[in-house]
């Protein structure tokens, strides 16, 4: 978060075990009940790097004891580290080498913290090694690498640049051990001496580049004699995503993005102002913050606060993958087909580019789920059921609809597999609001509920779903049948033969979409007007696009509008207002008609909604925002569970560490018997 340093002088307070003790920073002279003190600090967040001296710059935070007897079992210390992404700071970083710059060291000593303390002065994980060093009073530092009971082979720190990467450390004074955490790796070693300090805490000195930035989460202590933990919260999060310190005297590019993620996130109490947002963003972008520039290249994408406008969200998100952002890389790279910039981001650990550059497998293993879906398929083409299965059963807990259908499709009993569509088709999918509804009128007789499914899916243009609804005409149901069990000829041979006003509609799609059929457009064009005519309204919103756009039949713009007036279907209404803008005509009927749209929860009805209350008077950017919110979750999740769209979710850029019967796969100790290792790492590993 952004840099600042505040320290109160004449602090001191008597707090109970289990209060939230943090005040915005973690605030020196804090006197616990029991016995444990935040005794001094200078920790903050780095709201402001240009305004600190290199005098300045040595941070610190202490927690000391009073005696033996208040001495907790064990103190865990969480920190966030990150890149400080703001020009020209990271103008010329390189994701392949290893940024040790700004080391947060691990210091514990037996009295009030001075250069001359006694004690470990240096503890720090670097290059993936722990490194000790040890002060005796008027002595020169020495190394003490101590002994090293338990390490994984792989600690060095993720080469991705931006990610908000969690750190851990655990101190056992009473055991003489600490642990290290990072990513899921651990080390763990005894440290000669620990249960003699009193004072635990942490020291950064950063590099003059300043780049890395290392922010507390919280602090928790635990107690022999007290089941729960005191936790020391940190609430300054809070206080800059609201802004409730920002005094205005500053330009600070961090507080800017912060302040607008508050009002493009919600939150906080804070309620949604996308147009707001775009301000705050537009000031981050200004001074050059990648994920302001990166933020408001969505906003422009998404059309969000804003009108849509691809060509510059994308320059933004140009911008911000110039500074390596791996996110921005992945997405310019799969808007513009830019392989290497996808590669740059994959080199990175971007789940997301790894998948558009085909590693799936390196996918799947951080968590994404279209790479899992894809790994499934690519087994079911191989005729492996089983291990296609187990993939798609994995789609399950990533709740990735499109896997969860294919899982459905794949499961024999009818009651699990409607389940299984059932929940696919909660998550928007197309094919399961199909499969749901075709399981119910084949096996259930339940057509109410099998046509709300079919007219679900086709709001969202699937085929198979608007052919679906021909099954409500009983001439046509035969052919319904016919093609919906891949007789596609007998179907269409069928529709033909017993003409009807749901079996022309259902021929008119195939012919006019060459759907299992081969292409004829006036022959569709013709069979659609006659069903329209014959009192389906389905029909009628793509006869008007027929007409609209010339499809089999010469184009005509107000018999397009006559017979959009007559459909019910959403998109029909977003194309009269198309229209009625254009020939400039009833707009007075344009709002009413937009707000029918968003309401049946069309995504391009309810962005189209929300511009209009934001940009008509008399304007309202409160009620426009809260429609741009639901457009933009929607949105969100429609993507996330089409295969062909951006998965937006954020996934960790580094691998887990392999773990089998609850003990890591690769590690290396000083101890030789299995037994006593076990027994180490259960104790102290978790």
């Not at 013709?526 to 010339?550: D, H, N, P, T």
């Not at 996330?640 to 003990?663: G, H, I, Q, R, T």
């Amino acid at each position: 978060m952004i840099v600042r340093i505040f320290i109160l002088w004449s602090v001191c307070l008597a707090v109970s075990a289990n209060s939230i003790v943090g005040g915005g920073d973690f605030l020196y002279n804090y006197n616990l009940s029991n016995g444990v003190k935040i005794d001094q600090t200078a920790w903050g967040y780095i709201l402001f790097p240009q305004r600190l001296t290199r005098a300045e710059s040595f941070r610190y935070i202490m927690i000391s004891t009073r005696s033996e007897v208040s001495r907790p079992n064990a103190f865990t210390f969480r920190f966030n580290r990150r890149i400080y992404p703001v020009d020209p700071l990271t103008a010329a970083l390189d994701p392949a080498r290893l940024y040790d710059y700004g080391q947060l060291n691990f210091t514990l000593t037996t009295h009030r913290p001075e250069r001359t303390s006694p004690g470990v002065i240096r503890m720090a994980m670097m290059r993936g090694k722990v490194q000790a060093t040890v002060a005796d009073r008027g002595q020169a530092p020495r190394n003490d690498p101590g002994t090293v009971y338990f390490s994984n082979l792989n600690l060095n720190p993720c080469s991705n640049l931006f990610k908000v990467n969690e750190e851990k450390i655990v101190l056992y004074p009473r055991d003489n051990v600490v642990m290290f955490e990072r990513h899921g790796h651990k080390m763990i070693r005894t440290l000669d001496g620990a249960a003699d300090y009193r004072y635990y805490g942490f020291a950064e000195q950063p590099a003059a580049n300043g780049f890395l930035v290392n922010e507390f989460t919280d602090i928790v202590m635990w107690d022999r004699l007290d089941p729960l933990p005191t936790r020391l919260g940190n609430t300054y999060y809070r206080h800059v995503y609201t802004g409730y310190r920002n005094d205005g005297k500053y330009t600070v590019p961090e507080m800017a993005y912060w302040r607008g993620r508050s009002l493009y996130d919600g939150g906080f109490d804070v309620e949604r102002d996308f147009p707001a947002a775009i301000k705050e963003f537009e000031r981050a972008a200004e001074l050059k913050h990648v994920f302001g520039l990166y933020y408001l290249g969505l906003c422009h994408l998404f059309g969000t606060g804003t009108p849509e406008n691809r060509d510059k969200g994308g320059e933004y998100i140009r911008q911000a993958a110039a500074y390596q952002y791996d996110k921005a890389m992945a997405l310019y790279g799969l808007m513009t087909g830019d392989r290497k910039m996808l590669e740059a981001a994959a080199n990175q650990g971007n789940a997301e580019a790894l998948y558009l550059t085909g590693e799936w497998e390196k996918a799947a293993a951080r968590g994404h789920a279209k790479a899992v879906y894809k790994l499934g398929m690519n087994a079911l083409e191989q005729g492996d059921i089983v291990k296609a299965r187990e993939f798609f059963t994995k789609t399950v807990e990533l709740r990735f609809a499109p896997g969860i259908n294919k899982l459905g499709e794949l499961t024999a009993a009818p009651v699990p597999a409607f389940a299984l569509f059932e929940q696919a088709a909660r998550l928007g999918d197309p094919d399961a609001l199909f499969n749901a509804g075709w399981h119910i009128f084949r096996h259930k007789q339940d057509n109410a509920a099998a046509f709300d499914y079919f007219t679900s899916g086709s709001i969202l243009e699937n085929l198979k779903c608007r052919i679906a609804l021909a099954l409500a005409d009983k001439v046509a149901e035969p052919g319904v049948r016919q093609f919906l069990g891949g007789a596609y000829d007998a179907a269409l041979k069928h529709w033909q033969d017993k003409p009807s006003p749901y079996g022309d509609f259902a021929a008119g799609l195939c012919y006019i979409y060459g759907y299992e059929a081969e292409k004829d457009l006036p022959r569709g064009f013709e069979l659609m007007k006659r069903s329209a005519e014959q009192g389906v309204v389905e029909a009628w919103a793509e006869l008007g696009r027929c007409y609209e756009f010339g499809i089999g039949c010469p184009d005509d713009e107000k018999k397009a509008m006559e017979c959009y007036v007559r459909s019910t279907m959403p998109q029909a209404n977003l194309a009269l207002v198309r229209l009625y803008r254009k020939h400039q005509i009833n707009l007075m009927d344009v709002s009413k008609l937009l707000k029918q749209a968003a309401e049946a929860g069309y995504l391009e009805g309810m962005r189209q909604y929300a511009e209009h209350l934001a940009s008509n008077p008399p304007k309202r950017t409160t009620e426009a925002s809260l429609w741009w919110g639901r457009y933009l979750d929607a949105r969100l999740r429609q993507d996330n569970n089409s295969v062909n769209a951006p998965y937006w979710l954020d996934l960790p850029c580094c691998l887990p560490v392999e773990v089998k019967n609850d003990m890591p796969i690769d590690y290396e100790s000083d101890l030789k018997d299995p037994t006593e290792i076990r027994a180490f790492y259960q104790k102290y590993g978790h």
